[in-house]
């Protein structure tokens, strides 16, 4: 089960790769490339007790290749020409308790402001990196930040661009930086790193955009989207592993183009109960949880990034009775997703979870 999630994962990352290349190479008018270098400077801020001990510097190097959208595909027009392509950096936290980190990933920039001389982006970064120097109770007991050396990477940065001339930008960004292993090592309190990068990056044909078309008329506004996951978690010690399985019905309305928002219901058998003191001979039933949630989705192409907020109904597993999902779906056909998704309590990821989502339409697709 751990290795499927790191190879769905990858999946997901290998087919956002796949869109873009599908984009860049259209023959009619050429998408522009860029490459872009930055330093990258920060320090881990310990967000439990246990790891208060992980206050280290940060200190790190990005190179990264991209495309730059110009309004080929009506997504393009509608998320304000966004830039996307792949990266990988170097990192440092300058102690061998932590180590040295290196990561590949996707990137994407959707900009908020834009000017003649300057433009405002909302840059998310999502991959994976090897080299953090895992928890190990006699060779590595100061770092109960992580119990794995290879962690999924996640970043979030606010960018300002600012235009030299025509090939050439300056960039500074402020944001975070998270490491994690989503529950599938013990320990799994992961890493945040509040960071600033400073950069330069490189287009050798100047950008030109085409204008803005009308977007489709959305004729299919409600849906019954059902998922079906699975996930899989340690739980105070390295091993067992303890499984969860759920599905979920979401009935959705989408308000535009971009997203669409919706209600659901959620029931699992979540093996977790059995990690419990109290509860380790729990068995069937007693292994069941039930719960409802609103959830919010953009929509990007074949892509989708959703979020969600539950409240357990029945039986929940931990002591907080609510939780968090954040997570991503590609369309493998036009009405199934597969998916990848962290399950959160208390902001604190407890599930990853990866499976399907099947698309019931109330009303006949797009008319394009």
């Known amino acids: 089960m751990r290795y499927s999630i790191f190879l769905n994962i990858i999946l997901i990352c290998l087919s956002l790769l796949v869109e873009v290349k599908k984009t860049s190479a259209q023959e009619s008018i050429k998408t522009p490339y860029f490459i872009s270098a930055n330093y990258r400077t920060g320090e881990n801020k310990p967000h439990r007790d246990e790891i208060k001990n992980l206050t280290y510097p940060y200190r790190g190097f990005d190179l990264k290749i991209g495309w730059q959208s110009i309004g080929k595909q009506q997504w393009q027009q509608a998320y304000r020409y966004p830039s996307f392509g792949i990266g990988v950096n170097w990192n440092t936290f300058t102690t061998e308790i932590l180590g040295e980190p290196i990561a590949a990933y996707f990137f994407t920039n959707f900009p908020q402001l834009t000017t003649k001389w300057a433009r405002l982006d909302l840059e998310i970064d999502f991959g994976l990196s090897q080299g953090i120097h895992p928890y190990d109770s006699i060779k590595n007991p100061n770092n109960f930040s992580t119990g794995s050396t290879i962690n999924a990477f996640f970043g979030l940065y606010l960018e300002q661009s600012f235009h030299i001339n025509k090939y050439i930008d300056l960039f500074a960004s402020e ?17 945040n790193i509040p960071s600033l990068k400073f950069g330069i990056r490189y287009c050798p044909t100047p950008t030109e955009k085409l204008p803005k ?18 996930g899989a978690k340690t739980f105070k010690t390295p091993t067992p592993y303890y499984k969860e399985l759920l599905i979920a019905p979401t009935l959705y309305y989408r308000t535009s183009y971009k997203r669409r928002i919706g209600i659901g219901f959620e029931g699992s058998y979540n093996e977790i109960f059995q990690g419990h003191y109290n509860s380790r001979n729990h068995t069937g039933k007693q292994l069941l949880t039930a719960a409802t949630f609103v959830s919010h989705e953009f929509i990007i ?4 990034i959703v979020t969600q907020f539950g409240i357990y109904l029945h039986n929940k597993p931990l002591e907080t009775f609510y939780y968090e999902r954040i997570g991503m779906g590609f369309y493998i056909t036009p009405g199934i997703r597969l998916t990848l998704a962290v399950k959160a309590h208390y902001i604190k990821a407890e599930y990853v979870e990866t499976g399907l989502v099947f698309d019931l339409n109330f009303k006949s697709r797009n008319r394009l």
């Open 213 to 230: 078309t009308s977007l489709p008329i959305i004729n299919h506004r409600w849906q019954l989207n059902t998922q079906i996951a699975f």
């Open 175 to 191: 944001g975070f930086t998270h490491y994690s292993n989503g529950a599938l090592g013990f320990p799994n309190l992961g890493l």
């Open 301 to 304: 192409e074949r892509f989708t």
